[in-house]
């Protein structure tokens, strides 16, 4: 939008110096108006009395002086005008402040969706898909996608494809349950799954199946039931990782009663 409102404000500028611009040249801080006459013939005399004469701009007909005063005005106001935005612009080389905006929201929200970017930054769809396309552009952003679901990342989070993939699993809190109940306890069939989760068959398969494409769960048939069992070695370090926090956890809550009883 800023973009347009200096393009107009240069159209309107050319167009008033257009304006004033007249068939006459400067010479001396003077202005010559030059008649469309031809050269004088020999023995002819030339009356340079009337209007002929060199004048200065004071002695110019006054539309002409209202129309340069008027035009040096309007270009003065222009540019005073417009002077904060082109500073800006290059104190702040260049950036979108609503554009860095969504950066570091998704810095500090790795793995996050469209529509939680746009709701907690008050902007519309088709704005931020805009500046989305801008990052993903410039490569400041890195998205990956599995049906309707798109996950946004910054391009220099840590994690590798494979975990960023699972992170976007367990987006769904369905999903992330099942992926820890399978990976405590492998072997698990789809009956336990939905038993467990409170859930029909239907939704169990869809959501196997999912986690089965991207190679995190696998199955082996035991009579007329599956066998579920975590296929990658994300699942186990991740639940390892998860173990540890919990036995940390639980020192921190001993140390905390005994220092209570000490007291």
Known sequence: ????????????????????????????DRYLVTPAIGP??????????????????????LWIQLSVIGGATLSTFVFLKYLPLFLGKIFTKGTNPRLEEIV????????????EIAEDLSLKRSTLRYYI????????IHTIKRGRIKCIFHATYPKTEDQKLLDMHKRNETRKKMIDIITKKPG????????????????????IKELHEDKFINFEKDGRFKRYYPQSV???????SNM?????????????SYEIKSK
């Open 188 to 207: 698990i069939t789809g009956q336990e799954l939905s038993s467990d989760l409170n859930i029909d068959k239907s939704t169990v398969h869809w959501h």
């Open 133 to 140: 396309a801008r990052l993903e552009s410039a490569k400041r």
């Open 244 to 256: 540890i926090k919990m036995e940390e956890n639980q020192i921190f809550s001993s140390l905390q």
């Open 40 to 61: 004088v013939g020999d023995g002819k005399v030339l009356d340079d009395s009337g209007p002929d004469k060199a004048i200065t701009f004071w002695d110019l007909p």
């Open 234 to 240: 994300l699942l186990s370090d991740d639940n390892s």
């Open 104 to 115: 570091s929201y998704i810095i500090e929200n790795p793995g996050c969706l469209e529509s």
């Open 1 to 28: 939008m800023k973009y347009k409102l200096i393009l107009r404000a240069g159209f309107v500028l050319l167009i008033l110096l257009g304006s004033i611009t007249l068939a006459s040249a400067k010479e001396n």
